[in-house]
């Protein structure tokens, strides 16, 4: 069974602190992807990555990196934790067709 | 990537069809279409996808017409279940390219 797990369901962290959310996916997929999802906003692409080592921005990448160094694996940083970045954080992983995506439980990041 | 508009709520009755209908009047050539549904708490989940004409699997019904300008994805007798955001998302199917999600149909089956 397709399976996409991600590091926490819920985490608080301080403003200022660099923050890492990790996503591993068991389905040998290329690609991956990071969004946030807020009330009323919908779902909003942050970064994807079609290879590894390989990363695109999305529509907002600002305040955001990620890094790809196995396949399996992508890590979203937040840099400097801000609370503004207090949101659903959401991974997902495709084959080489993208629009079948697996989405992983999301992590709930507070940012205080 | 084309533009997506649809209804941002539905309210059904159990055993009822719905129709969820969404506009992409800049549908591109190579655009396929593709719905998804999201339980709260949950990550999206992909339901169906199609380039024309209708598709069915055993989720639901997708119909787009000839000219693709819009699609319509239809769930058959739905229960409290169903109750979800439904998302449709319209881009090219090649590697490398990334979905643009909306803010879906918030639909709410009763009883």
């Known amino acids: 069974d397709v399976k996409v797990t991600q590091s926490s369901r819920y985490l608080v962290k301080r403003t200022g602190e660099k923050v890492f959310l990790e996503c591993v996916q068991d389905?040998?997929?290329?690609?991956m992807f990071w969004y946030r999802q807020d009330p009323g906003l919908g779902l909003r692409l942050i970064y994807f990555s079609y290879d590894v080592k390989m990363k695109e921005k999305g529509d907002i990448p600002e305040g955001y990196s990620v890094s790809r160094e196995k396949k399996e694996r992508f890590s979203l940083i937040l840099e400097s934790a801000s609370t503004n970045q207090t949101s659903m954080y959401l991974c997902?992983?495709?084959?080489?067709?993208?629009?079948?995506?697996?989405f992983g439980p999301g992590t709930r990041l507070t940012v205080t | 990537l084309a533009k997506t508009t649809q209804p941002i709520s539905m309210d059904s009755y159990e055993g009822q069809e719905v129709n969820i209908t969404c506009s992409h009047n800049n549908i591109a050539t190579n655009d396929y279409i593709t719905w998804y549904q999201q339980f709260p708490s949950q990550g999206p989940r992909f339901i169906i996808q199609g380039y024309k004409t209708k598709v069915t699997n055993e989720v639901a019904s997708l119909f787009i017409p000839a000219d693709r300008k819009s699609s319509t994805l239809s769930l058959p007798r739905v229960s409290l279940s169903d109750t979800a955001v439904y998302y449709c998302l319209v881009g090219s199917n090649q590697a490398g390219t990334a979905l643009i999600f909306g803010k879906g149909t918030t639909l709410s089956v009763s009883s």
């Open positions: 389905m040998d997929h290329e690609n």
């Open positions: 997902a992983s495709s084959s080489t067709t993208p629009y079948e995506q697996y």
